[in-house]
């Protein structure tokens, strides 16, 4: 089970989510900058722009959060297995430091949920060790 090829696209106030079906051919030019201008304001770094690039041409599924025109950060995931269980992990994500907060992790994965129609998000039971900790 995956993906159909269109972009996935969902919509809260003014903010869509895009799945990039080539990015290798996409993140080019401007749209490279403007990307590469969200991730550095999101985690507040300079990082080097072809280490961008590689965490958006690399894994399986590359999306970009929009608002309006405008390119206000990104996600990445990648299709595993684990213990024989077909498993999306999410390889990284940024979001630009305005719209930090407004659930577009959530977003994307509510979305991944339906498109799967599966739940992705396991919850982790916390246990304590034998000194109580």
Request: aromatic share 8%.
């Amino acid at each position: 089970m995956g993906f159909d090829n269109s972009l996935i696209k969902m919509k809260t106030k003014n903010i869509r989510i895009e799945r990039i079906k080539n990015p290798k051919n996409y993140f080019v030019g401007k749209v490279l900058t403007d990307i590469t201008n969200a991730v550095r304001n999101g985690f507040g770094s300079e990082m080097i722009e072809q280490d961008i690039y590689e965490h958006l041409i690399k894994p399986d599924d590359t999306y970009l959060f929009m608002k309006n025109d405008d390119i206000i950060g990104m996600a990445s995931t990648s299709n595993i297995n684990v213990f024989g269980l077909p498993t999306t992990h999410l390889e990284g994500i940024a979001i630009a430091k305005k719209f930090q907060g407004h659930r577009l992790g959530n977003l994307l994965f509510d979305e991944l949920e339906k498109q799967f129609d599966v739940k992705i998000r396991t919850p982790v039971e916390l246990v304590e060790d034998e000194d109580g900790r």
